[in-house]
């Protein structure tokens, strides 16, 4: 199961018991996943349909409990995907789909009657549980999270601009930094950071996805940590090296044309042990020395050897 079927099974199974929270997730999950069918006026039929079988439970809970109804749950194997299976709730007007599309905001009057309503149905997320099942619903109905292990992605698909705006501002309202574009006639509410990612499962209640993006995102960050510390070790190695390498050149160069002896005392003690203890580090050299010199000590004479190597092959240039 991907992380998304995971997460939405985790929510679905929450149990909630305040009316007020009911009717915020179910005008969530109508929103997102009915369409409507108009026969006549205020005769009005709602199809939801899902591909989880525990989303389709709450729906017919929900509509149990809000609204007193029983309504089917047909069972049909998706085209698309053969191996999936799609569940279709129907409610006719005998069954009051009007007063339910009314309820839940869907619906709202007008001078010119009833119209559909774009917006999000703000007296309904009045309370900080409602707003919290309202964005859970929006979850279940339209919502996806990508593999944490490959990157962080979570987005929420509306065919409204408005509508998405709307979403986009109530997720804010959290500070989850929620964007919103467009793709392929759609408006994606999306959120792109895995911190913010966390907090948004903290605020819908799907704590174990939750615990497993932060176990997933502490062993990401881990590795990059050390993959960070083992490139910095080899960069310093590589450059610990290729001084090295120079400071040799540099030291055989002399030697070979003028000879060590002609040097003063300090720089042919070490140049002598350059060329003796090739790998050691620059504070070994000076522990070496007689007397010990720091390591900047040694540094300061290295560099003094590289300066006459290179008037001695700009003499010999000459």
Partial sequence: MTFSSVTKNEISK????????????????????????IHGVERIGITLS????????????????????NTRVIVRKNRHLKKNNNYTLYIDSDMGSHEILKMTGILQ??????????????????KACCRKAYLRGIFLGSGSISDPEKTYHLELVTNNESFAEDIKDLMNHYQLGAKVVMRKGNFVVYIKEGENIVNFLNI?????ALLKLENIRIYKEMRNNV???????TA??????????????????????????KL????????????????????ELGEMMSPAIGKSGVNHRL??????????????RE
């Fill in 14 to 37: 929450i149990a909630v018991t305040n009316k007020c929270c009911q009717l915020a997730l179910l005008s969530a999950l109508i929103k997102m996943t009915g369409t409507l069918q």
């Fill in 50 to 69: 899902t591909e989880n079988a525990s989303i389709a439970r709450m729906l017919f809970s929900l509509l149990k409990n809000c609204f007193d109804i």
């Fill in 109 to 126: 009057e007008s001078d010119k009657g009833m119209k559909l309503n774009h917006k999000l149905p703000h007296y309904l997320i009045k």
């Fill in 204 to 208: 819908i209640g799907a704590h174990n």
């Fill in 227 to 233: 993959n960070r510390i083992v490139n910095c070790e």
């Fill in 236 to 261: 310093n190695l590589d450059k610990t090296l290729n001084a090295a390498l120079r400071q040799i050149e540099n030291i055989e160069y002399i030697k070979n044309t003028i000879g060590l002896n």
């Fill in 264 to 283: 003063p005392e300090g720089l042919a003690e070490v140049a002598e042990l350059r060329l003796e203890f090739r790998d050691a580090t620059l504070k």
């Fill in 303 to 316: 560099r003094k050897l590289e300066q006459i190597a290179e008037n001695l092959r700009d003499r010999h």
